[in-house]
Protein backbone atom coordinates (compact mmCIF):
# COMPACT_ATOMS: atom_id res chain seq x y z
CA UNK A 1 0.00 0.00 0.00
CA UNK A 2 2.75 2.85 0.54
CA UNK A 3 4.25 1.88 -2.75
CA UNK A 4 0.83 2.81 -4.47
CA UNK A 5 -0.02 5.16 -1.99
CA UNK A 6 2.27 8.32 -2.10
CA UNK A 7 -0.60 9.90 0.62
CA UNK A 8 0.50 7.52 2.67
CA UNK A 9 4.59 8.57 2.86
CA UNK A 10 2.89 11.67 5.24
CA UNK A 11 1.48 9.39 7.76
CA UNK A 12 4.49 8.16 10.09
CA UNK A 13 2.61 5.25 11.43
CA UNK A 14 1.11 4.65 8.01
CA UNK A 15 5.38 3.95 6.76
CA UNK A 16 6.42 2.26 10.27
CA UNK A 17 3.71 -0.47 9.54
CA UNK A 18 4.26 -0.76 6.32
CA UNK A 19 7.73 -1.27 7.00
CA UNK A 20 6.62 -3.96 9.61
CA UNK A 21 4.58 -5.87 6.98
CA UNK A 22 7.18 -5.84 4.83
CA UNK A 23 9.80 -7.53 7.08
CA UNK A 24 7.09 -10.31 7.68
CA UNK A 25 5.94 -10.14 3.66
CA UNK A 26 6.57 -13.96 3.58
CA UNK A 27 3.56 -15.07 5.86
CA UNK A 28 1.53 -11.74 5.60
CA UNK A 29 1.25 -11.56 2.01
CA UNK A 30 0.81 -15.07 1.95
CA UNK A 31 -1.93 -14.59 3.52
CA UNK A 32 -3.24 -11.59 1.78
CA UNK A 33 -2.87 -13.54 -1.49
CA UNK A 34 -5.23 -16.45 -0.19
CA UNK A 35 -7.90 -14.09 -0.11
CA UNK A 36 -6.94 -11.89 -3.22
CA UNK A 37 -5.88 -9.20 -1.10
CA UNK A 38 -2.09 -9.15 -2.00
CA UNK A 39 -0.41 -5.90 -2.99
CA UNK A 40 3.17 -6.60 -3.56
CA UNK A 41 2.76 -8.48 -6.84
CA UNK A 42 3.94 -7.52 -9.90
CA UNK A 43 1.28 -4.89 -10.93
CA UNK A 44 -2.10 -4.38 -11.22
CA UNK A 45 -4.44 -7.31 -11.78
CA UNK A 46 -7.87 -8.08 -11.71
CA UNK A 47 -9.86 -9.53 -8.60
CA UNK A 48 -11.46 -12.83 -9.23
CA UNK A 49 -13.55 -13.12 -6.11
CA UNK A 50 -16.53 -12.25 -5.81
CA UNK A 51 -19.87 -11.51 -3.35
CA UNK A 52 -22.61 -14.54 -1.69
CA UNK A 53 -26.23 -13.48 -2.29
CA UNK A 54 -26.00 -11.86 1.41
CA UNK A 55 -23.41 -10.12 1.23
CA UNK A 56 -24.84 -8.51 -1.94
CA UNK A 57 -28.27 -8.20 -0.97
CA UNK A 58 -27.07 -6.54 2.52
CA UNK A 59 -24.43 -3.94 0.34
CA UNK A 60 -26.84 -2.51 -1.71
CA UNK A 61 -29.67 -1.80 0.86
CA UNK A 62 -26.70 0.33 2.43
CA UNK A 63 -26.48 3.78 1.00
CA UNK A 64 -23.03 5.59 1.05
CA UNK A 65 -23.55 9.37 0.86
CA UNK A 66 -21.21 11.15 -1.49
CA UNK A 67 -20.72 15.10 -1.28
CA UNK A 68 -18.18 16.70 -3.37
CA UNK A 69 -15.71 17.94 -1.26
CA UNK A 70 -13.24 21.06 -1.86
CA UNK A 71 -10.24 19.03 -3.06
CA UNK A 72 -12.56 17.14 -5.41
CA UNK A 73 -13.44 20.52 -6.92
CA UNK A 74 -9.83 21.83 -6.92
CA UNK A 75 -8.85 18.95 -8.62
CA UNK A 76 -11.37 18.89 -11.35
CA UNK A 77 -10.88 22.10 -12.27
CA UNK A 78 -7.29 21.48 -12.86
CA UNK A 79 -8.09 18.67 -14.90
CA UNK A 80 -10.74 21.04 -16.99
CA UNK A 81 -7.87 23.73 -16.96
CA UNK A 82 -5.23 21.12 -18.80
CA UNK A 83 -7.87 19.86 -20.75
CA UNK A 84 -8.21 23.60 -22.53
CA UNK A 85 -3.92 23.87 -22.75
CA UNK A 86 -3.88 20.43 -24.13
CA UNK A 87 -7.26 20.00 -26.62
CA UNK A 88 -8.99 17.32 -24.86
CA UNK A 89 -12.54 16.56 -23.90
CA UNK A 90 -13.88 15.59 -20.19
CA UNK A 91 -16.42 13.48 -19.73
CA UNK A 92 -17.20 12.35 -15.67
CA UNK A 93 -18.03 8.48 -15.61
CA UNK A 94 -19.07 7.62 -12.07
CA UNK A 95 -17.75 4.12 -11.26
CA UNK A 96 -20.37 1.94 -10.20
CA UNK A 97 -20.14 0.88 -6.18
CA UNK A 98 -23.04 -1.15 -4.52
CA UNK A 99 -23.77 0.56 -1.53
CA UNK A 100 -24.25 3.99 -3.56
CA UNK A 101 -26.60 2.79 -6.16
CA UNK A 102 -29.67 4.39 -3.99
CA UNK A 103 -27.38 7.92 -3.16
CA UNK A 104 -29.09 10.74 -3.91
CA UNK A 105 -26.16 12.36 -6.45
CA UNK A 106 -28.34 15.72 -6.98
CA UNK A 107 -25.09 17.74 -5.67
CA UNK A 108 -23.02 15.98 -7.70
CA UNK A 109 -25.16 16.90 -10.96
CA UNK A 110 -25.34 20.38 -10.05
CA UNK A 111 -21.81 21.08 -9.71
CA UNK A 112 -20.95 19.19 -13.12
CA UNK A 113 -23.85 21.01 -15.12
CA UNK A 114 -22.16 24.56 -13.71
CA UNK A 115 -18.81 23.28 -15.25
CA UNK A 116 -20.97 22.07 -18.49
CA UNK A 117 -19.24 18.36 -18.30
CA UNK A 118 -21.08 15.46 -19.76
CA UNK A 119 -22.04 13.19 -16.93
CA UNK A 120 -23.04 9.90 -16.60
CA UNK A 121 -23.61 8.44 -13.04
CA UNK A 122 -23.53 4.36 -13.57
CA UNK A 123 -25.16 3.90 -9.60
CA UNK A 124 -27.80 5.71 -10.87
CA UNK A 125 -28.78 5.30 -14.72
CA UNK A 126 -26.77 1.19 -14.96
CA UNK A 127 -27.21 -0.41 -11.79
CA UNK A 128 -29.86 -2.97 -13.57
CA UNK A 129 -26.77 -4.11 -15.43
CA UNK A 130 -24.81 -5.32 -12.59
CA UNK A 131 -25.25 -8.73 -10.41
CA UNK A 132 -23.28 -9.72 -7.56
CA UNK A 133 -20.42 -11.51 -9.90
CA UNK A 134 -19.69 -8.33 -10.93
CA UNK A 135 -18.31 -6.75 -6.86
CA UNK A 136 -15.26 -8.26 -5.26
CA UNK A 137 -16.56 -6.40 -1.94
CA UNK A 138 -19.13 -3.45 -1.88
CA UNK A 139 -17.27 -0.67 -3.08
CA UNK A 140 -14.56 -2.44 -6.19
CA UNK A 141 -15.69 -4.32 -9.36
CA UNK A 142 -13.75 -7.56 -10.32
CA UNK A 143 -12.84 -9.30 -13.24
CA UNK A 144 -16.60 -10.43 -14.20
CA UNK A 145 -17.52 -6.36 -13.37
CA UNK A 146 -14.67 -5.61 -16.12
CA UNK A 147 -17.43 -7.11 -18.69
CA UNK A 148 -20.50 -5.25 -18.74
CA UNK A 149 -18.12 -1.93 -17.62
CA UNK A 150 -16.07 -1.69 -20.47
CA UNK A 151 -19.85 -2.55 -22.70
CA UNK A 152 -21.15 0.87 -21.01
CA UNK A 153 -18.04 2.61 -20.85
CA UNK A 154 -17.73 1.65 -25.11
CA UNK A 155 -21.74 2.82 -25.60
CA UNK A 156 -20.91 6.32 -23.90
CA UNK A 157 -17.99 6.70 -26.17
CA UNK A 158 -19.54 5.59 -29.16
CA UNK A 159 -22.72 8.36 -27.91
CA UNK A 160 -19.91 11.16 -27.49
CA UNK A 161 -17.55 10.69 -30.59
CA UNK A 162 -20.20 9.41 -32.78
CA UNK A 163 -18.11 6.32 -33.00
CA UNK A 164 -19.38 2.45 -34.24
CA UNK A 165 -19.21 -0.13 -32.13
CA UNK A 166 -18.23 -3.41 -32.98
CA UNK A 167 -21.78 -5.21 -32.53
CA UNK A 168 -20.03 -8.72 -32.68
CA UNK A 169 -17.38 -7.88 -30.14
CA UNK A 170 -20.18 -6.67 -27.78
CA UNK A 171 -22.05 -9.77 -27.96
CA UNK A 172 -19.30 -12.18 -27.19
CA UNK A 173 -18.55 -10.33 -23.96
CA UNK A 174 -22.32 -10.64 -22.87
CA UNK A 175 -22.22 -13.96 -23.47
CA UNK A 176 -19.31 -14.36 -21.34
CA UNK A 177 -21.22 -12.95 -17.80
CA UNK A 178 -22.40 -15.08 -15.33
CA UNK A 179 -26.05 -15.17 -14.00
CA UNK A 180 -25.55 -17.74 -11.30
CA UNK A 181 -23.43 -20.15 -9.30
CA UNK A 182 -25.78 -23.46 -8.34
CA UNK A 183 -24.10 -24.98 -5.52
CA UNK A 184 -25.40 -28.89 -4.88
CA UNK A 185 -24.42 -31.55 -2.35
CA UNK A 186 -24.89 -35.24 -2.93
CA UNK A 187 -22.90 -37.37 -0.15
CA UNK A 188 -19.27 -35.89 0.28
CA UNK A 189 -19.52 -34.58 -2.82
CA UNK A 190 -19.99 -30.78 -3.76
CA UNK A 191 -20.89 -30.17 -7.39
CA UNK A 192 -20.57 -26.71 -8.68
CA UNK A 193 -22.81 -25.34 -11.76
CA UNK A 194 -22.22 -22.35 -13.72
CA UNK A 195 -25.40 -20.80 -15.17
CA UNK A 196 -24.50 -18.27 -18.14
CA UNK A 197 -26.82 -15.26 -18.43
CA UNK A 198 -26.95 -16.22 -22.63
CA UNK A 199 -28.27 -19.35 -24.12
CA UNK A 200 -25.87 -18.91 -26.80
CA UNK A 201 -22.44 -19.23 -24.59
CA UNK A 202 -19.62 -21.54 -26.58
CA UNK A 203 -17.50 -22.23 -23.36
CA UNK A 204 -14.65 -24.08 -22.55
CA UNK A 205 -13.77 -24.37 -18.78
CA UNK A 206 -11.03 -24.94 -17.04
CA UNK A 207 -11.79 -26.22 -13.35
CA UNK A 208 -8.44 -26.04 -10.51
CA UNK A 209 -9.54 -26.60 -7.26
CA UNK A 210 -6.45 -25.58 -5.27
CA UNK A 211 -5.59 -25.97 -1.44
CA UNK A 212 -2.78 -22.91 -0.98
CA UNK A 213 -1.47 -20.98 -4.29
CA UNK A 214 0.24 -24.07 -6.20
CA UNK A 215 -1.47 -27.16 -4.82
CA UNK A 216 -3.67 -28.04 -7.67
CA UNK A 217 -5.59 -31.22 -5.87
CA UNK A 218 -8.37 -31.38 -8.50
CA UNK A 219 -8.48 -30.50 -12.32
CA UNK A 220 -10.69 -30.37 -15.52
CA UNK A 221 -10.63 -28.47 -18.33
CA UNK A 222 -13.66 -29.31 -20.73
CA UNK A 223 -17.09 -27.45 -22.00
CA UNK A 224 -18.83 -29.03 -19.26
CA UNK A 225 -20.34 -26.24 -17.01
CA UNK A 226 -20.19 -28.34 -14.12
CA UNK A 227 -17.63 -29.64 -11.54
CA UNK A 228 -17.93 -31.93 -8.60
CA UNK A 229 -15.18 -32.41 -5.69
CA UNK A 230 -14.80 -34.22 -2.58
CA UNK A 231 -16.59 -31.64 0.22
CA UNK A 232 -13.11 -32.48 2.58
CA UNK A 233 -11.26 -29.79 0.45
CA UNK A 234 -13.48 -27.11 2.14
CA UNK A 235 -11.80 -28.26 5.27
CA UNK A 236 -8.77 -26.45 4.68
CA UNK A 237 -8.74 -22.26 5.14
CA UNK A 238 -6.68 -22.11 1.91
CA UNK A 239 -9.05 -23.99 -0.17
CA UNK A 240 -10.36 -22.06 -3.31
CA UNK A 241 -11.61 -23.05 -6.96
CA UNK A 242 -10.39 -21.30 -9.44
CA UNK A 243 -12.57 -21.11 -12.49
CA UNK A 244 -11.85 -19.80 -16.36
CA UNK A 245 -14.00 -19.42 -18.93
CA UNK A 246 -12.71 -19.13 -22.59
CA UNK A 247 -15.92 -17.46 -25.09
CA UNK A 248 -15.37 -18.39 -28.60
CA UNK A 249 -14.05 -15.43 -30.51
CA UNK A 250 -12.60 -13.60 -27.16
CA UNK A 251 -8.92 -13.09 -26.30
CA UNK A 252 -10.29 -12.47 -22.91
CA UNK A 253 -10.49 -15.18 -20.05
CA UNK A 254 -13.01 -14.47 -17.34
CA UNK A 255 -11.19 -16.02 -14.04
CA UNK A 256 -13.60 -16.79 -11.12
CA UNK A 257 -12.04 -17.63 -7.53
CA UNK A 258 -14.57 -19.38 -5.33
CA UNK A 259 -14.21 -19.41 -2.22
CA UNK A 260 -15.11 -21.34 1.10
CA UNK A 261 -17.95 -18.85 2.09
CA UNK A 262 -18.94 -19.02 -1.38
CA UNK A 263 -19.90 -23.13 -0.79
CA UNK A 264 -21.77 -22.32 2.57
Do not use: C
Not at 92 to 115: E, I
Request: charged content about 15%; aromatic content about 12%; cysteine-free.
Amino acid sequence: PLIHQHESWKNPEMVQENIANYLELEQINSNRIANDLGYLNAGYRGIPVFLTEKEFQSSINQTLPFIPSEPNILALEQILSLSKEYDFEVIFVQAPYLNGFQTDYSLTRDLLANYDISMYLLNETHSNRYNRFDFMNTTHLNTHGAIPTTIILAEIISREFNRAIDQQMVTAFEQLQIEDVEISREGNQIQVTLVPISSTVNWQVQWDFYLWDTNIVASQTSNSLSFSFPSNYLDSKVAHLIVTIYQEGLDYPLKLRLQPKNFN
